[in-house]
């Protein structure tokens, strides 16, 4: 059985249909990049699976559970983690506590664990830790040592999106949505960011899907890939096939003029 | 050093005889300006009654007198270029004081003048005949002039003198002045400490009878304290701070340990040996303390700015008064609040319970709102609260304007602590106050006070990173609130009567203020916050240290408040994450121009 299913999403905004009847899936595994051009609904298709809007109709299963109108803890909860297009760190807080804090609903200590510093808090506090220093030594040496206590605002654009990487694993999810993960990274950042996300599968067992505009990305990385274009689902399929479609290439470039006068 | 990257004319410093005229005029303009509204507010009248030096030094001419120096300081500082050199000091920065004072003077002494002819009184009503009898020292109007115009020349010249010296010079003076008047303006509280010690003679020599020190005190204080100045090393407590930070965590930790057991020791001794009004102080800082402390949870840890957080202590202090006053009209349990016996703790039990429910009444509607409609909306919700206890309609619960009378002391088994015995009182909101920092710092480094954090720096990010904000809002109010309620217990059992009027919105905002002075998200900023507001200047109804200016607190508050958010928006003990957030930009401007990343400036990408 597919982790995620959803058929016929719709969710507009006024005028603006943003999702038009979309149907989507993914198996536990794969890794599925999202493309289109911009304005297609590819943000507004992560918006909505995460809780931020209520889709307008449509059905999103997670699991076999359906998911459309939780709140966004919610299905965080349930095991899908996010990261933003523009990056969205907690910026005053340390890299390590950038990583602590997302695991917050995995931990159960209340506020009278605390108070009285019971020996299950303490073990928590510990585990906390341990598990937020290992998410981060994911990314090699980037994000260890004197890092971790290093507010995050400091990190360079390349590591902060490591870093909301790094948030986003923290919630221990199955699925991990990544909107736009090489945005506005050199090549060598790039190809690195391409190794990382098969590498979330591949050692984390992760489930991934990715928005992405660099199409070397997108080759590299995906199992399927989905294009969207004004809410609407126009094609699927492995890179080669969607790379060579008519629809896909009309979306992104217009259609040729000839075809246009006929 | 990198190779500076500021263009070369803007390095070069210009010459030092070249005085910068408009900014000369520009600052004798403001120099006089503030001279004539520190008049106009009345403040010279009425606090030349009391003298610093004693006979020829009073506060009024102070609070006047500072001015030219200030601005002869401004006006011969030049600021520094980023990246170029400091300017030449010199004859220039000598002259452009000493002729900033003099304009201010000459604008002050157009006042004076204006004063003397025409009463204008009926406009504005500080402006009396007898502030020129002061002004004038008892001379012609002519004299006088001439007297403010070369007075406030040489004190300019003293303002542009202290830009030109060394700093260590500068410290001796700065330390000579401070020093001496701080020791003036405390007579009462070192009176009273020399009392308790037994020791009063000490306070003889110092002090005139009359008031104010004696002149050959005020010499050798004047000489004591700039020997020391001096002597200081001259670091700012900031430096001193970020070196301490920079120690190892176990220093650190080692230090921050004796720091607290010395306040702890501090606390315990220090009530015993003043007398009844340093006490009265201290209690009014306690409660202050419990309630900023408070309201630290909800504006500073979790970032809801909460501007109607009075109504819990009023919800507090009216719990208890139902509970425990004979008079209470309709409920007549009348327990009494003593800690020892279980009917005490009932009473403990309800605030925190009644304290808990209005922080979820007013949490629950408030949750989806943020910024500044939160903060309206709380607003209304602190006037509500107050208003419902004022109205007919619960007049026969709550006395309506009439309040609730005859509450009973605390008690602590056979003992009573009277609302007149403030160091009772003090150790009570001590306990208390100690309790809640305890739960601050606890809930600070725990699961519950990183998710806060995080709700503050964003909120959608959060919730998407499975917080469950709604929860964690709630729980922010909720602690917020029970710390106001118990406040509001000691505060009922302590003044023995409540009325509506006492939980005006004028104590929400002093609360707030006491935070954000202090340094939110800070526990030690609130201490400090609490200490200078409260106990130094008073609290709104409560006289502070500086009774004298009991009449301009607002003015002072107000302008204090302008000040630090113009020069320290961290509050004066900031936190070290709002420290970080509100200067970042400065530290990575500093480590591009110097070509230095530094340890916790931006970092070069890697």
């Not at chain 1, 909505?48 to 359906?66: C, K, R, V």
């Not at chain 1, 919610?74 to 005053?92: D, W, Y």
């Not at chain 1, 274009?229 to 003029?257: C, F, M, Q, W």
């Not at chain 2, 900023?292 to 809801?304: E, M, Q």
Request: hydrophobic share 50%.
């Amino acid at each position: 059985m597919s982790m995620l299913v959803i058929s016929e999403l719709r969710k507009g905004f006024g005028g603006v249909q943003a999702l038009d009847g979309v149907n989507f899936h993914i198996d536990k595994g794969e890794i599925v990049s999202v493309i289109g051009p911009n304005g297609a609904g590819k943000t507004s298709f992560f918006n909505t699976i995460t809780g931020y809007f209520p889709p307008d109709s449509g059905l999103i299963a997670f699991n076999g559970l359906d998911i459309g109108g939780h709140r966004p803890h919610e299905i965080t909860e349930l095991g899908i983690a996010r990261t933003f297009q523009n990056v969205r760190l907690f910026p005053n807080m340390t890299v390590l506590e950038n990583v602590m804090v997302a695991q917050n609903c995995r931990t159960t200590t209340g506020v009278f664990g605390s108070l009285l510093n019971t020996p299950g808090f303490r073990r928590e506090e510990a585990e906390i830790e341990e598990r937020g220093k290992e998410i981060l030594s994911f990314f090699g040496q980037r994000l260890k040592g004197y890092r971790w206590d290093q507010p995050a605002y400091v990190l360079s654009y390349a590591n902060r999106r490591r870093l909301e990487i790094a948030r986003a694993m923290a919630t221990l999810p199955e699925l991990i949505l990544l909107d736009e993960p090489t945005a506005g990274m050199n090549p060598r950042e790039t190809a690195e960011m391409t190794q990382l996300i098969n590498r979330l599968r591949d050692e984390r067992g992760l489930t991934v899907v990715v928005i992405e505009h660099e199409m070397r990305v997108v080759r590299d990385v995906s199992d399927r890939v989905v294009v969207l274009d004004h809410g609407v689902k126009i094609a699927e399929g492995d890179y080669e096939t969607v790379s060579n479609d008519p629809d896909v290439i009309e979306a992104y470039l217009g259609r040729p003029a000839e075809a246009g006068n006929a | 050093m990198a190779e500076s990257i500021v263009p070369e004319s803007i390095q070069k410093s210009r010459p030092a005889s070249d005085v910068d005229w408009s900014r000369v005029a520009r600052q004798g303009a403001l120099g006089g300006l503030t001279m004539v509204f520190i008049a106009a507010a009345g403040m010279v009248t009425v606090l030349d009654k009391r003298m610093i030096v004693d006979p020829w030094l009073s506060l009024g001419l102070i609070i006047l007198l500072w001015v030219p120096v200030f601005f002869g300081f401004m006006a011969a500082r030049e600021p520094t270029p980023d990246g170029g050199e400091a300017p030449v000091k010199g004859e220039r920065d000598l002259l452009a004081g000493m002729v900033t004072g003099a304009l201010a003077g000459l604008y002050f002494s157009f006042l004076i003048v204006l004063i003397d002819r025409f009463d204008i009184s009926d406009w504005l009503s500080n402006l009396l005949p007898k502030l020129v009898d002061i002004l004038t020292f008892g001379r012609g109007i002519g004299t006088a002039a001439a007297i403010w115009i070369i007075g406030s020349a040489l004190l300019g010249l003293i303002g542009g003198a202290l830009q030109v010296v060394s700093p260590r010079v500068r410290r001796m003076v700065t330390w000579a002045v401070v020093g001496t008047i701080v020791v003036a303006m405390l007579e009462l509280i070192v009176t009273n400490l020399f009392q308790g010690l037994h020791i009063e003679w000490v306070a003889d020599l110092l002090y005139a009878p009359r008031g104010g020190l004696t002149t050959q005190a005020a010499f050798v204080l004047a000489v004591v304290f700039g020997i020391s100045g001096f002597r200081s090393s001259g670091k700012s407590l900031d430096q001193r701070r970020q070196e301490r930070m920079a120690l190892p965590k176990e220093v650190l930790a080692r230090r921050n340990l004796i720091a607290w057991i010395v306040t702890v020791i501090a606390v315990i001794f220090v009530p015993m040996f003043v007398g009844g009004l340093t006490n009265e102080l201290l209690a009014n800082v306690g409660l202050f303390v419990l309630m900023g402390l408070g309201l630290n949870i909800v504006v500073g840890y979790a970032g809801l700015l909460d501007l109607g957080y009075v109504a819990f202590f009023a919800v507090g202090a009216y719990t208890t008064a139902v509970l425990t006053s004979t008079e209470s009209p309709y409920w007549m349990p009348e327990l009494t609040l003593n800690f020892l016996r279980p009917e005490g703790w009932i009473v403990v039990g309800a605030v925190i319970l009644v304290g808990s429910i209005a922080g979820i009444l007013v949490g629950t509607p408030v949750i989806r709102l943020r910024g500044d409609y939160l903060a309206i909306v709380t607003l209304g919700f602190g006037e509500i609260v107050r208003i419902l206890f004022l109205s007919d309609w619960l007049s026969p619960y709550f006395g309506g304007a009439q309040g609730i009378t005859n509450i009973p002391s605390a008690e602590i088994g056979p003992v009573v602590i009277p609302g007149t015995n403030s160091q009772a009182i003090f150790y009570l909101l001590a306990v208390f106050s100690g309790i809640a920092i305890y739960v601050s710092w606890r809930l600070q480094h725990s699961r519950l006070g990183r998710a806060w954090s995080a709700l503050r720096e964003d909120e959608d990010v959060a919730e998407a990173m499975g917080i469950n904000t709604t929860a964690i809002k709630l729980t922010a109010f909720v602690t917020g609130a029970i710390f106001a309620s118990l406040a509001g217990m000691i505060f009922a059992a302590k003044v023995g009567a409540i009325f509506p009027i006492s939980f005006r919105l004028l104590i929400s905002i002093v609360i707030l203020v006491v935070v954000i002075v202090g340094g939110m998200g800070s526990i030690t900023g609130v201490i400090v916050g609490a200490v200078v507001l409260i106990g130094v200047l008073g609290g709104p109804t409560q006289p502070g240290l500086l009774q004298e200016f009991g009449q301009f607190k607002l003015l002072i508050y107000g302008a204090l408040l302008v000040v630090m958010m113009l020069k320290r928006p961290e509050g004066l003990w900031p936190s070290l994450r709002r420290q970080r957030e509100l200067h970042h930009d400065e530290l990575r401007q500093d480590a591009w121009l110097t070509g230095d990343p530094g340890q916790d400036t931006a970092e070069v990408d890697a």
